[in-house]
């Protein structure tokens, strides 16, 4: 999962603002959204003063306006997968950004996310992508959601898809996670019982360590 990169303003004493500087206030005066202030970021993720400025900087490339709407989101994910159609799956993926549900991904949103997937603990991770997986947001995983999910990834890799996408192909995928997941067996998967199954996988875990160091 995992697509786009810059920021603001850098305390100096009293020396004279780089350029660099001038340029971004300037242009963070006339966009759409400001983002809140750099410490503030700072203290908020687990990124720091540079890293956030160079993740700013790769926002406002895609996001002039400093905010994306759901149609624009689409569009960069999907030069992704070329292949495939991604829509279902960058729609799911947009609404686990917009942590506030305004219909926008602002700068905030992103790097917020973002801190997570990177740098969360392994505990922060997996409750996010719970978040993603649990559509209807009302605290469980149900297999309809689930099968949403994996009929989306399938898309999203087209014809590249191995195994080739079958009616019972996606059914096999759903119990196999149910059966690995749902520790009670009735028929949900709640976070404690998600985030205790993936720890004991050792794939998984592998997995959530892949974009440690992206940045």
Request: charge should be negative; proline fraction near 2%.
């Amino acid at each position: 999962m995992g697509a786009v990169v810059g920021t603001l303003t850098m305390q100096t004493r009293q020396r004279r603002p780089s350029r660099d500087k001038i340029d971004d206030e300037l242009e963070l005066s006339i966009v759409c959204h400001r983002p809140e202030g750099l410490e503030q970021l700072e203290a908020q993720t687990n990124f720091s003063k540079k890293e956030l400025q160079v993740l700013y900087r790769g926002f406002k490339n895609e996001c002039p306006c400093g905010a994306v709407n759901e149609e624009t989101f689409k569009q960069i994910y999907s030069q992704f997968f070329p292949h495939g159609d991604a829509s279902t799956y960058a729609h799911y993926l947009f609404n686990a950004f917009d942590s506030s549900q305004n219909g926008s991904i602002k700068f905030e949103d992103f790097v917020t996310a973002l801190s997570i997937l990177l740098r969360g603990t392994t505990t922060e991770k997996l409750q996010w992508t719970f978040n993603l997986y649990d559509i209807n947001r009302d605290g469980y995983i149900s297999k309809e959601e689930m099968t949403d999910i994996v009929k989306a990834i399938y898309d999203m890799m087209g014809r590249y898809t191995y195994p080739a996408l079958k009616t019972d192909t996606l059914k096999q995928h759903v119990d196999a996670f149910f059966r690995k997941m749902d520790k009670n067996r009735d028929g949900v998967v709640t976070l404690d019982e998600f985030i205790h199954s993936c720890q004991e996988d050792e794939n998984i875990m592998r997995s959530l360590q892949l974009f440690e160091n992206v940045i």
